[in-house]
């Protein structure tokens, strides 16, 4: 220790701050302040073109950065270093792991009870998109959203990576990164000097590594002769009509985003990262504090604008930018269009009406399980005109049934309302499209 402090001690004078007897003791908080940030950030190194090459900055967090990316590693050794159950690369960087909605197939008879990642970010799209209102009674408003799916992506494609400023916006904390170590190099703080060298080397090692991962999207290819996938994801209060092929309707219902690396099933080029990045961590605490304080100023401004730059990459919209590479570029946009409902009756024969299946009496049960003497004559006028093709417009002989007493036939008849709104508003949509 005193042979390395007689070594910077001639140039001491010369440093700025040289004669301050304060010190920034920053090196334990710079390896745990803006770890989350930095691993959010690194969710978009996959989705934009060119992010990989552009981490070469002294980016805070390097503890817990080698924590999170460590428990990718998956081998006796790493598990040993990095200890925590193990995780998948896609999960970590928040392109899969999410929970969709119940998903009932009508023509394949398809029944999932929990889809995935893909159905919740189409379920978030439709629950954004305005509806058109349909003029009716209202109780408890439903949205319901027609999704034709026109398009059967490949069984496994790379979507094509999406451009954005964001790589502009990189070199403010490379520059910044580069000129403090630039400054302390000047002044001859080799310790300040160093530190700063290595975090953006193993930012820099790390990014690319991490955004050398093949991000791809894979569905299953159903077998020949496969019915047509329509049917019906279910929330609360959205439904969500999904009209296509089979191959495409499963895009939705089982696709996934993955990221793949040559390394697994061990990712020992992670690993690496993790080590190297511990490394840093360790290094700082041990030579910062020996570092003159313009030397310490100078790192943590470096740290400080990395972590700005972080934080704004992961406050970024990520299920946006997910949403966006799902439907514009593995679904080559299908046509959505959204409706507002005022009552469930309303909703369940308007999606009747899109879905036009072969067996719409389970699609109504389905929807509608009310089984008592109204509702069965309802179900039975609904069925019946569906079939025959009839409009439904209905009449006082429809409601005004012998074997009802008034309250009944007054609930008859405001159920017949609503069907009369759900067919007015679907024709409508026939018009539009």
Known sequence: MYLSRSLVQPTMSSIPLSDSKFSLDASGVAGFFGGDEAVSAMATVHVYRGRKWLGWYNSPGSYLIAKRYGQLANSRFWDGLFPGVNTDPATLFELDGWKGPKFKGVESGSNIPETGHLASLMVKECQMK?????????TQPVGVTIVDLHYVPDASMTPRQLTKYTSVFAFIPMSVSFGTCIACALFRDWYSFSMILLGMVASGISCFVIGSGKFTFSHPIPAPGTPRGDGLLLTDNNVIVLLGEEGAVNSITRGRFSLNFDSEPEYRNIGICSLILTTQFVAQLLLIPQAALFGQIMFITSLAVS??????????????????????????????????????????????LALNPSDPAKVLDDLLPNDTKVWKKWKSIILSRLHDGEKMHFQPGDWDHGGFNGNESTLLKTLLGDAQAAYDGYSDHQKLH
């Not at 946006?320 to 005022?342: A, C, H, N, S, W």
């Open 130 to 138: 305005q509806g058109i209102d349909v003029p009716g009674r209202k």
């Open 307 to 352: 972590w700005a730059y972080n934080s704004w990459l992961s406050s970024l919209d990520k299920a946006e930018i997910q949403r966006r590479l799902l439907l514009d570029v593995v679904l080559k946009r299908p046509l959505t269009t959204k409706y507002m409902l005022g009552t469930r009756t309303t909703m369940a024969v308007f999606v009747l």
